[in-house]
């Protein structure tokens, strides 16, 4: 989808292609896999069966919640017309860092029980995901079976200490689960009540 962020997201150029879909008599909007991925890598090739891919968190959405200002996502020179990572990668997580601190500090309190609600509900797979996520990034992105033996093994007290050693970083990625499945859903809405319907697909290996 076109966008000015280097890279297509859950804006307004989602919310046009449901409108064109509309109009056009379609019913269906059949997607690749929506899950994250090594930058670059197939989208078949997920890095969680459960999680939503943060680069398709729409930073016009951020601006419209309040968590984003329009200076913060201006002079960046970001490709019209293809995607860039090595640019695009940074650029959108330091939007993400910005929109986080901002909340923590303590803009859109309304947003908070919703956040700590997502945070309950998806428990399950988001705590690990979220620690995975943290030390992949703090270990360049290598394999995790070349990270330390004792988390490799999920020995409790290494995950306990790595916990807090990168909590920062695991709730970063909370919180964009929380703001990819936020726009998706407010997407789904308008697809619905455009009577467009959404096909998925999934990824047959999670790397």
Do not use: M
């Not at 919640?65 to 913060?72: E, I, V």
């Amino acid at each position: 989808l076109p966008s000015p962020y280097g890279i297509g997201d859950l804006g307004s150029a989602a919310f046009n292609w449901v409108d064109r879909l509309h109009g056009a008599g379609q019913r269906w909007w059949q997607a690749l896999p929506l899950g994250p991925t090594g930058y670059g890598d197939s989208p078949y090739q997920s890095l969680s069966s459960f999680a939503g891919n943060e680069l398709l968190i729409s930073p016009d959405g951020l601006i419209d919640d309040g968590l984003l200002r329009t200076g913060d996502c201006v002079g960046h020179a970001l490709s019209p017309t293809a995607v860039e990572y090595e640019k695009v990668v940074p650029f959108k997580v330091h939007l993400l860092e910005t929109a986080r601190s901002r909340f923590g500090a303590g803009a859109r309190p309304d947003l908070r029980p919703a956040y700590e609600e997502f945070c309950h509900a998806n428990a399950r797979w988001l705590n690990d995901y979220a620690l995975f996520r943290a030390l992949k990034a703090r270990y360049n992105g290598a394999c995790y079976l070349d990270w330390p033996g004792e988390l490799v093994r999920r020995t409790p007290a290494a995950l306990a200490r790595a916990q807090q050693e990168v909590a920062n970083k695991i709730e970063l990625v909370r919180f964009s689960q929380f703001l990819v499945s936020r726009q998706a859903k407010c997407l789904e809405q308008h697809a619905h009540d455009k009577g467009v319907r959404l096909i998925g697909d999934l990824p047959f290996f999670v790397s």
